[in-house]
């Protein structure tokens, strides 16, 4: 139980900076996205952060491809 309240609180914590300039980052028509798609994406982000970290280090060209 204690590992699921970590992993759920590093998947908040994580989901914050990514909605503002990671999802942009990944997918260029997330750039333009409103406050409402943040908020409707940000459980999938919080539940999904080590793929989405993935992801965007992969975008960001700081990750193996």
């Avoid at 970590?6 to 980052?25: D, E, R, S, T």
């Avoid at 333009?32 to 940000?42: A, E, K, N």
Wanted: net charge positive.
């Amino acid at each position: 139980m204690i590992a699921l309240a970590i992993y759920g609180a590093a998947g908040v914590v994580f989901a914050v900076p990514f909605a503002l300039k990671g999802a942009g980052a990944i997918d260029p028509a997330a750039r333009g996205g409103t406050w409402g798609f943040r908020v409707l994406t940000f459980p999938g982000v919080v539940v999904l952060w080590p793929f989405m970290l993935v992801k965007w280090r992969r975008a960001s060209g700081d990750g193996p491809s």
